[in-house]
C-alpha cells in the first residue's frame, strides 16, 4: 500500500466540483482511506488530496488527476509526494462535503423564508388594496346603474311627451 499527497493549483480549482469528481474518481477505484480539501498556497486556490491504496490504485488515479479536470476549473500545476501520515476513510470526507453543502444551503434557505415573508406581505397587502378597489368599483358601478336607471327614465318620459306633441300636431295637421 502506498499513500501519495496531491497539489492541484490554480486560478480557478475551488467551487467547479472539483473534490466531488476526486471522491467519485477514488470511489470507483474501491479506494478506502482518500481525503480532498480545499485550501490556499501562497495565495493561489489549491485542492489537496490524500490516497492510500495499492500500486496499481495508485497510479491509475495519478493518470485520472493529470488528465481530467472540471469544465470550468483553470489549473496551473498538478503535483505529488509521498504522504507519511494516516489517511482517513472515504467515509470522512464525504460527510465533511455534506456539512459544506449545508453551511452554504441554511444561508440561502433563509434568505428565501425572508423573501416568502416579504413578498407574503406584499401580496396581503395588494389583497387588501384589490378589495377597497373592487369595493369602490361596485361603488361606482351600482351608482352607475342608479344614474342610468333615472337617465332612462327621463328618456322614456321625454319620448312619450314628444310622442303625446307629434300626435297633437298630427291631429292639428289633419283637422286643418
Known amino acids: ?4 499527497k496531491f497539489k492541484i493549483i490554480g ?4 467551487d467547479v466540483g472539483y473534490r466531488v469528481l476526486l471522491v467519485n474518481k477514488a470511489l470507483s477505484l474501491g479506494v478506502d ?3 480532498t480539501f480545499n485550501t490556499y498556497l501562497d495565495g493561489v486556490q489549491g485542492v489537496i488530496v490524500v490516497i492510500e491504496a495499492n500500486n496499481e490504485t495508485i497510479e491509475e488515479f495519478k493518470n485520472f488527476v493529470v488528465s481530467v479536470r472540471p469544465e470550468k476549473s483553470i489549473v496551473d500545476d498538478v503535483s505529488f509526494e509521498e504522504y507519511k501520515n494516516s489517511v482517513p476513510p472515504v467515509e470522512r470526507v464525504m460527510q465533511s462535503f455534506q456539512m459544506e453543502q449545508w453551511g452554504k444551503g441554511i444561508p440561502i434557505l433563509l434568505q428565501i423564508v425572508d423573501k416568502l415573508d416579504t413578498n407574503t406581505s406584499i401580496l396581503k397587502d395588494f389583497k387588501e388594496e384589490s378589495n377597497e378597489n373592487f369595493s369602490d368599483l361596485k361603488s361606482i358601478s351600482s351608482k352607475h346603474d342608479i344614474d342610468a336607471g333615472e337617465r332612462f327614465s327621463s328618456i322614456q318620459m321625454e319620448i312619450s311627451e314628444i310622442k303625446e306633441r307629434l300626435s297633437n300636431v298630427e291631429s292639428a295637421v289633419s283637422v286643418v
Open 33 to 35: 482511506n482518500f481525503n
Open 11 to 14: 486560478r480557478r480549482v475551488h
Open 1 to 4: 500500500m502506498q499513500k501519495i
